[in-house]
């Protein structure tokens, strides 16, 4: 696949989004992650697209062996530093306990059969689960599936999800767990973002220049999903609102909200790829170097920056908004990117190097 530049910058606004939101500076900040979602469905169809004219062994082996050199590296690396640092405060059957789910990359359902559960450290790592749990099964689909029923099988799963979302919400709310934690669990079952994954897929297939405007469809997307969130944020209680979320709270759970309100946000992420691809800019400085350079370290800054924080948080309670909290937001800031930066630079290179010696 042709390299795009605007799509590293995307990559690097879905990071900071999430940074943000974890630093609790931005509410609506969880986004970024739905972001991260959309671009991997298009991504990984483009790349698979391009590999589906080779033999099936040929094209899972080298699939994988670039996924493998991609994502192991810095995620068992993580995991094996922290794990030392756990066992090291003499926490090691707090990690015993998060092991199983953290190596067999199915965290995602932790939340389900262990409620109780530290995310001190591992809290952001359900969504890689969900990526990885994608890439088992979307190679499958894109070999066998021809480009015309692709494009259907796309939309319909765009339609599913939500239905997919509300059956689940139903299950929950049938076991009797409460409004939040129903919304969490089903925030993070694999089926929830299919739409998101469908939408960046669909785009990988279509001819772009076929559609309408990339700045109509994002600003479309955009009004449709600000005028909802007012509504939605004009119905929460007053003592639970909070601006910075737009009326988009992460799990989306009051007034089944978790059903519509990915799919409008998926649909936005959608339409910032499809401006990407077409070489238009949002706004002023859309395309600049230090989008770029966030987006290339985004992997390892996403890694990174949660158990950064949670160390921060064991060790001093701060107020984020406070001339306190912005001074250490600016030292975690600056260690993330520059740990993030080493980690590209010195380590994650030396595999992708090896992305095309694949033995298949």
Known sequence: ????????????????????????????????????????????????????????????????????????????????????AYLSVGEPVAFGDLAPWLFSYTYNFARFFEPEMTWRYFGHLWSLA?????????????????????????????????????????????????????????????????DAFAVGAALSVMDSRKLPSPRSVFLGVFIALTLLGFYQWGLLDPHSRVASDFGYPIYLSANLQYIWGYTLVN????????????????????????????????????????????????????????????????LFFATATFISWLSFRYYETWFLRLKDRHPF
């Open 1 to 84: 696949m042709k390299h795009v530049p605007a799509l590293d910058s995307l990559r690097g606004i879905a990071v900071l989004l999430v940074v943000f939101h974890h630093f609790k500076w931005l509410g609506i900040g969880w986004i970024g992650v739905q972001i991260f979602f959309v671009l991997s469905g298009f991504l990984i169809t483009s790349i698979l697209w391009e590999q589906k004219d080779r033999r099936l062994r040929h094209y899972l082996g080298r699939f994988y062996w670039r996924r493998i050199l991609r994502i192991f590296p810095v995620y068992y690396g993580f995991l094996f530093a922290v794990s030392l």
């Open 267 to 330: 649909l936005l992420g959608g339409a910032m790829i499809l401006c990407a691809v077409r070489g238009v800019d949002l706004f002023p400085g859309w395309n600049n170097r230090t989008l770029r350079f966030y987006g290339k370290i985004s992997y390892a800054l996403y890694v990174c920056h949660w158990p950064l924080l949670g160390a921060i948080g064991r060790v001093h309670a701060y107020n984020p908004w406070s001339l306190e909290g912005l001074c250490i937001f600016v």
């Open 130 to 194: 969900i990526e990885e749990q994608f890439y088992l099964v979307w190679p499958f689909v894109v070999y066998w599936v021809s480009k015309r029923s692709f494009l259907r099988l796309c939309i319909a799963l765009v339609m599913v999800a939500p239905l997919f979302r509300w059956a689940a919400g139903l299950y929950f709310l049938a076991h009797d767990y409460p409004p939040v934690r129903l919304a969490q669990c089903v925030y993070t079952l694999p089926t929830t973002h299919l």
